[in-house]
């Protein structure tokens, strides 16, 4: 893995110097001239700066180098493109320099381990303001020895005003690429917790349908061994293989029965150590279950619209309880749309209750199945090839508000097709303590 990161680091480092050179040449030839004819002031520097800050690894001497030799090149092929009776020696004279400023710049940055203060925007700033100014200097003091040039002091404020500037236009961009990428970061821990999120609410109704089948083979075992015993009154050869028989089943539930105990003591650990991360406020609760099923009806090729209304005042409730209830009943709306429609969602305050109205425009529920619905194993639903869904779903959000003294019902929609589900829950249950 670290190998891998290391990697994926230099690979990154090597892309950016590869754009160092190429773009920095052409950025200096954005320029003027506050001196005289030979130093320049140009769009090259602040552009290096910047590459500078996003190199991670690699040390800045070696950019450093490498973009002095490429800007000194390309100057001087420009002026042999450019000029008619091309003299390479006087070019190099004039252009070489130029070279002392990137590399004096690179030593520089390298020296004042720029990298340590990337939390401080001002420092940096200040730190690039000072490198330049240095850098500057170095390029003159080359072509004072090499050229001869003269230094004014109108010319010396003018580089401070420029070195100011670039420095200015460094940090802003600079700045807004840090904001960029913490809101890249927090969008992708927002959708990284809204997904575990969603598999623990997922794993809480697991976890109660277990619930059930320890009730149910704790009964199947009860009334096996009461069968073993009302056989042991008889005393045929055929009553003694039916009491071994019963036996081995009350043996083999007891088994099953073990076996989901320690299953579902392993889900009740993972999700009852309740903390303040459990609850949350209802409208952060509303914008996971909207988002995550316009990604469903998405999947499923559907343009469902989602309208939803808060109304009263809401403690933070128990997330996995309003995630696993409410999202069920939203996920079987999107599925009994056809191809467009709308979901409404309604959550009202009356004293000490929470009351949710899901409401849908898709084909309603028929007269025939309205006393069915609600059975474990009944399902309206089938895929593209046939396939009929668990049909669990809306039997697990009965049973679950149920337990939690709550009531759900449903009926059509008076006006055109759809259907309304209404689910009243005392809030007692689904708020801290």
Known sequence: MTILNLNTVLKKDSHILVLMILIVPLTSELKFYPLNETFRISFGAPVFFFLLL???KMPATLPGFLTGTAVVGFRILLDFIMQDHFDWISSFQAHFPTFFYYFAYACLFYA????????????????????????DFAELMMQYFMLKTTITLSGLSEIIMAAFFHSFIVMSF???MKLYEAQS???EVRKQNEHILMIISNLYE???HLKKTLRDTENITKKSYDLYK????LENEQAEDLRKQALKIAGEVHEVKKDNQRIFAGLSKLISNEGPTDYMEIHELVNIIVRANEKYARLLGKEVQFVYTIDGVHLPYHVYTILSIINNIVVNAVEVI???GTITIFIGKEQNSIQFLIEDDGPGVAPKHKDLIFKPGFTSKYDNQGNPSTGIGLSYVKEMVEQLDGDVTFQN????????????????HLIQG
């Open 230 to 233: 009302r056989l042991n009154c």
């Open 413 to 428: 929609r008076l006006e055109g097709k759809g259907a309304v589900f209404t689910i009243q829950l005392p809030v007692k």
């Open 206 to 208: 697991e976890s109660i």
């Open 185 to 187: 970061r927090e969008r």
């Open 54 to 56: 996003l190199i991670q």
């Open 112 to 135: 004042a381990k720029v990298k340590r203060f990337q939390g401080s925007s001002l420092i940096i700033g200040l730190i690039g303001f000072g490198i330049e100014i240095l850098s």
């Open 338 to 340: 056809k191809d467009t």
């Open 174 to 176: 600079f700045n807004m």
